[in-house]
Nanobody, 125 residues
Framework: VQLQASGGGLVQAGGSLRLSCAAS????????MAWFRQAPGKDREFVAA????????YYADSVKGRFIIARDNARNRMLLQMNSLKSEDTAVYYC???????????????????WGQGTQVTVSS
């Protein structure tokens, strides 16, 4: 599977950005998808995930209520709408596709996914 994240950039605190992930190379709709992020000097952390059908979503406590994950299976695309951005949201954001067809048992674990290239998000305070 090939994954390409886009939409990152520089934004002021309180602003919004929308990230997009384009997937190719296998059936998109059969796999859970997720976003992770990695800030300088820190480990990669879970941000949000969405089930293969789009019926279930999962969020890290740090972004709950501010970020919205969505997917468009017809267009092989996943989105992350990020609102009320904070300086601590600054990181490289990675798009990820689940390794197991039909759903994952551990949607918050980085070990459950294949990775694409990241996109930089910088929030200035």
């Amino acid at each position: 599977v090939q994954l390409q994240a886009s939409g990152g950039g520089l934004v002021q605190a309180g602003g919004s950005l929308r990230l997009s992930c384009a997937a190719s190379g296998r059936t998109f709709s059969g796999y859970d998808m997720a976003w992770f992020r990695q800030a300088p000097g820190k480990d990669r952390e879970f941000v949000a995930a969405i089930s293969w059908s789009g019926g279930s979503t999962y969020y890290a406590d740090s972004v709950k209520g501010r970020f919205i994950i969505a997917r468009d299976n017809a267009r092989n695309r996943m989105l992350l709408q990020m609102n009320s951005l904070k300086s601590e949201d600054t990181a490289v954001y990675y798009c990820a596709s689940g390794k197991t067809y039909g759903g994952l048992s551990q949607v918050r674990s980085s070990e459950s996914y294949y990775w694409g290239q990241g996109t930089q998000v910088t929030v200035s305070s």
